[in-house]
């Protein structure tokens, strides 16, 4: 029996979707729930998997093709997985009347012609088995280096975005065009920070089964001073200003398809602990395109850290419509006055980039000031300072 595979209901506001990869190819045995395709979308990767047992037997959209939801995209025969064997007629492959919907699809695919399948049968016979060996022997010999006489020879590769990075770009212009963005800087004393991980971090992974990271500290430092201004956690909406009352904040995380941005929810909320463990999922999952668009939705503040790649300053673009960005740096030890004395501390420029349409420079100014105060006593906290 052929089961029909086609593309799944895409997210709200997504019109179509991109096959990124296909995991499995025409003649391969398929499980339930077992992921046949990965299709990239500008915002998520989503993946479709194999209702039924079977073989896969055809394939109607290549990778790098624009498939909308509910768009036929495969067949599986449901049943054993068994060799797929046709009869090799002397006809052109991408005919009608060519070889049977394995072999003629694979054919077609690596544009595989008739002298080739002669070649590859077995009395009268063609194994999709043998088409694959002859494929992946063809894919070596063109991976060959070729060697050219011409000394200093400048090779240029082109290869198209990424639909997330494309979007990303879009809407990285967007902002640019259309926020009166600025963006003021501060540093911070990292030492009381340092002082506690160094003390308690033993005791909190034994407790917790995490790190004691800087990102929670971070996080919880923007909340005190978000709830002290609440313009920088507003957003425009035409010609309303939206002020939230909860503290969503999200966690810029770099991928190979780009950056993307999940949200903690609530973080006022939260433990140190439990945003630790949060941030540590959202980054592994993000990595393995593994994240929903709900989780990347919303948000009324967001942090990102340049610091891990070796930024020492930087100026962080806004994260629409949200009307600031907290940009993080790399921790460097640096001479600094301090009670009268020059002693050496960890330091880190801090910048935060804010819509002056909203947010006046006074109070952006007052508010890094407030994560600075923050970050610098953490006491703070708990006396809610």
């Given at each position: ?46 993946e479709?998997p ?32 068994s ?5 090799v007629?002397?006809?052109?492959i ?38 694959r060996?002859f ?12 060697v ?7 090779e240029?590769k ?7 990075r494309?979007k ?50 971070f996080t ?5 001073a ?20 909860y ?22 909320e ?8 949060a ?5 592994n ?31 962080p ?10 940009g ?9 006055a ?6 050496i501390r ?13 947010i ?12 600075k ?10 006396l809610?300072?």
């Amino acid at each position: 029996m052929s089961i029909e595979v086609k593309v799944p209901a895409l997210p709200e506001s997504v019109s179509d979707a991109t096959i990124a990869t296909w995991h499995k190819k025409v003649g391969d045995s398929v499980k339930r729930g077992e992921n046949l395709l990965d299709l990239e979308t500008d915002k998520v990767v989503l993946e479709v998997p194999a209702t039924v047992d079977g073989v896969l037997d055809e394939i109607m959209a290549v990778t790098g093709q624009i498939v909308k939801a509910g768009e036929l995209i495969a067949k599986i025969t449901e049943g054993t997985a068994s060799v797929a064997e046709v009869k090799v007629v002397p006809e052109v492959i991408n005919s009608e009347s060519a070889q049977g919907p394995a072999v003629r699809r694979m054919a077609a695919v690596h544009e595989i012609t008739t002298k080739d399948l002669n070649q590859l049968s077995k009395e009268g016979r063609v194994n999709a088995s043998d088409v694959r060996d002859f494929v992946s022997q063809t894919d070596k010999k063109s991976q060959t280096p070729i060697v050219t006489a011409s000394v200093g020879a400048r090779e240029e590769k082109r290869v198209p975005m990424t639909r997330l990075r494309a979007k990303i770009a879009e809407r990285l212009v967007q902002v640019k065009s259309e926020t009166a963005m600025l963006t003021t800087f501060n540093e911070v004393n990292l030492q009381a920070i340092s002082d506690i991980r160094k003390q308690y971090q033993d005791s909190f992974v034994k407790k917790h089964g995490v790190k004691l990271g800087f990102m929670s500290f971070f996080t919880k430092a923007v909340v005190a001073a978000l709830k002290q201004f609440p313009a920088v956690n507003a957003s425009i909406d035409a010609n309303d200003i939206v002020y939230h009352g909860y503290f969503d904040v999200g966690i810029a995380v770099s991928t190979e398809r780009g950056l993307v941005v999940p949200v903690l929810r609530n973080a006022d909320e939260m433990s140190l602990a439990q945003i630790e463990l949060a941030i540590g999922d959202f980054a592994n999952r993000a990595r393995a395109s593994k994240l929903t668009m709900e989780e990347m939705q919303g948000g009324t503040f967001t942090i990102t850290n340049g610091g891990v790649f070796g930024s020492m300053l930087s100026t962080p673009i806004i994260n629409p419509p949200q009307t600031a960005i907290l940009g993080m740096h790399k921790i460097m030890e640096r001479p600094i006055a301090e009670n009268g004395q020059v002693v050496i501390r960890p330091m880190m420029y801090l910048a935060m980039s804010y819509d002056h349409r909203l947010i006046d420079g006074r109070d952006s100014v007052q508010f890094l000031v407030a994560v600075k105060d923050v970050l610098e006593d953490p006491s703070r906290l708990l006396l809610d300072l």
